[in-house]
């Protein structure tokens, strides 16, 4: 049983690839045109265009993150999948800086809310504490250990616990 037939828009009249997305919605390949649509499943509108690409050919999504690989060009495209976040992108600026640790910083004593409590979670332990700057500010610094997944690539949290981002995307 057929759900719907949803016209692609664009002028490009080759698609080589689609695959459902972490929402409502599915990611076609443009071959030619080098990019990826991502296309509302309820109404068939585009939602947005992921550019940058070389002759994508095929889609997967997994981990928060949209992978193609490009045809002839041997590569590998990442992008961030719809709810995916940066973790210790404290400000979601897309940079990591001393920025990221004095938001932290403000949140844990200042009372200072944040965009997305996942991306302060730097060890992935699921509480927000004072272990969180101080871990970045060794990674910024000292040569520490890097935040956990999600980086340096936005992506999804693959731990379960009561932290989020409130859909904020990267």
Known sequence: ????????PGADTVQTAVTADTDDSFIVAHFFAG?????????????DDLDGLDFPNRVAIGGGRVFSTNQGAESISVHAAVGAFLRAD????GVIDMADP??????????IELLCHDAGDI?????????DPIQLLNYLFSQGPTPAYPFPVAGSDLTDDALDCGGVTE
């Open 1 to 8: 049983l057929m759900h719907s037939t949803y016209p692609i």
């Open 35 to 47: 990019h990826l649509s991502r296309i509302q499943l309820g109404n068939g509108d585009l939602i």
């Open 90 to 93: 404290i400000n979601i600026d």
């Open 102 to 111: 004095i938001g932290l910083l403000q949140y844990l004593f200042s009372g």
């Open 123 to 131: 060890g992935d332990d699921g509480v927000l504490d004072i272990s």
